[in-house]
């Protein structure tokens, strides 16, 4: 019995441990749409013309962006992990 419990909780971390390690993280070019320093969201206006709005993390120093910032970020499991400023994009009018 002491094995099969072993066993289960090997598994069970390497799998949790699998699922950290394999995040996938995408870059995204477009226009900062919207800051809540409160709150740590963004939205962000996506080069299709799509609005998403996340999470930043901890790193990301928002008293550098501004609305209308056209910039270059990365985003890993619906979290924003970093921005690169200055970044040509397209937003529709408005934006």
Not at 32 to 48: G, L, W, Y
């Amino acid at each position: 019995m002491k094995k099969i419990v072993i066993v289960l909780a090997v598994v069970a971390f390497v799998i949790a441990l699998g699922s950290s390690v394999f995040a996938t993280a995408v870059t995204l070019t477009g226009t900062i749409k919207s800051i809540d320093t409160a709150t740590a969201m963004v939205v962000f206006c996506a080069e299709n013309g799509k609005d998403v709005t996340l999470k930043t993390d901890k790193s990301v120093d928002l008293s550098k962006l501004k609305a209308g910032d056209k910039v270059e970020i990365t985003v890993e499991d619906d979290v924003l992990k970093s921005v690169k400023a200055g970044h040509a994009s397209w937003c529709p009018p408005g934006y």
